[in-house]
């Protein structure tokens, strides 16, 4: 079947840095887009999401970013803190799926002091 | 107050064995899930079950049932369990069914030994 995926397994930025996770994803027909954030020890937690007939979603301190062309998916995290340290995943749904969201491989981002 | 709680948090058992795994949530979503996370931090689902419509991953061996006694509680039972079935298990909610974002929670990690 169809996947999403990250391209970087490991991202290290500076505190106080602006980070940029990306996301690949192949399925043409997922319309629905959402960045989740993992500490350890604890389950995925919502950050943002975006539909489709969008492009940009701000939220506090991150930004989801879409393009449907050439299907990518990005976050930025601004001013980062020792906080942001987590595991984030992106994911996916299709309209009317109703098999709940495909996720990709995730990105740990480490926040160095 | 933990909107989508799961028990045991650890659950540590011999190859054969048949185990359960509760999961509650109090946020009255329609739809709640079943996901695996491996040792590589990859999450794929195993089950979503709504309104009395249960959604089965074909890759999920039916050693695995989901049981829902109600709305709010989707349980996990697992029969004659194996090696490869050491993991992380979350439960999850949503809204509905599709767009909209999953609850998840804190996870049970499974160890067969």
């Known amino acids: 079947g169809e996947s999403v995926g990250l391209h970087l397994p490991t991202l290290s930025v500076q505190e106080g840095d602006n980070s940029i996770i990306n996301c690949a994803y192949s399925?043409?027909?997922?319309?629905?887009f959402i960045w989740y954030k993992q500490e350890s020890g604890k389950g995925p937690q919502f950050i943002i999401d975006?539909?489709?007939?969008?492009d940009k979603r701000q939220g506090q301190r991150v930004t989801v970013l879409l393009n449907k062309t050439v299907k990518h998916l990005s976050l930025q995290i601004a001013a980062t803190q020792p906080g942001d340290s987590a595991v984030y995943f992106c994911a996916e749904n299709e309209m009317g799926g109703a098999d709940g969201l495909t996720f990709g491989k995730g990105t740990h981002l480490i926040i160095q002091p | 107050d933990t909107a989508v709680s799961q028990t045991p948090k650890y659950l540590v058992t011999q190859m054969g064995n048949d185990k359960s795994i509760k999961c509650e949530q109090n946020?009255?979503?329609?739809?709640m899930y079943w996901y695996k996370q491996d040792s590589k931090k990859f999450l794929k689902i195993m089950f979503s079950?709504?309104?009395?419509?249960?959604?089965i991953n074909e890759t999920v061996p039916n050693r695995f049932s989901p049981k829902s006694p109600d709305k709010a509680h989707l349980n996990l039972h697992i029969n004659s369990l194996e090696l490869g079935d050491s993991a992380v298990y979350f439960c999850a909610s949503s809204r509905d069914s599709y767009n909209s974002p999953l609850h998840f929670g804190n996870g049970t990690r499974l160890t067969v030994t």
């Open positions: 946020l009255g979503h329609d739809t």
């Open positions: 399925n043409s027909a997922s319309d629905y």
């Open positions: 975006i539909r489709s007939n969008m």
């Open positions: 079950y709504n309104n009395k419509e249960l959604i």
